[in-house]
Nanobody, 121 residues
C-alpha cells in the first residue's frame, strides 16, 4: 500500500557527485527513521547513513561522513543522500530502508528497489 521509490543513481567519474532521492507515496502513513544501505558485488549489505524522524544522523565511517550528507524533507516525504568526491570503492547498489507506520499502527520496514551507483573513469 506504501511504495518507496529511489532515483539519482548512475555512472560518474572519480571525484564526481550524485544526489540520491528516496520518496514514499501512499495514503495515511508516517515516514519515521530512514537509512541508506549499499551492497557491492560479492559483499554483504552495509549501512551507509541514517536519519531519525527528528533529524539526528549517523554515518558508516569518517571517510563517508566527510563526503556524504543525509537529509530529509518531511513535507515531501523524501530523504536525500548527497554524495561528493566519489571514488571506485563507492560503487554499489544503494537501497533506501524506511520505518513506516500506517493508520497510526506499528512501524515496519520498507525497502526501495535499489539504484546502481558506478564510479569509474
Amino acid at each position: 500500500q506504501v511504495q518507496l521509490v529511489e532515483s539519482g543513481g548512475g555512472l560518474v567519474q572519480p571525484g564526481g557527485s550524485l544526489r540520491l532521492s528516496c520518496t514514499a507515496s501512499g495514503s495515511f502513513f508516517r515516514l519515521n527513521a530512514v537509512a541508506w544501505f549499499r551492497q557491492a558485488p560479492g559483499k554483504q549489505r552495509e549501512l551507509v547513513a541514517g536519519i531519525t524522524s527528528g533529524g539526528i544522523t549517523n554515518y558508516l565511517s569518517d571517510s563517508v561522513k566527510g563526503r556524504f550528507t543525509i537529509s530529509r524533507d518531511n513535507a515531501k516525504n523524501t530523504v536525500y543522500l548527497q554524495m561528493n568526491s566519489l571514488n571506485p570503492e563507492d560503487t554499489a547498489v544503494y537501497y533506501c530502508n524506511a520505518a513506516i507506520s500506517i493508520l497510526s499502527g506499528t512501524a515496519r520496514d520498507y525497502w526501495g528497489q535499489g539504484t546502481q551507483v558506478t564510479v569509474s573513469s
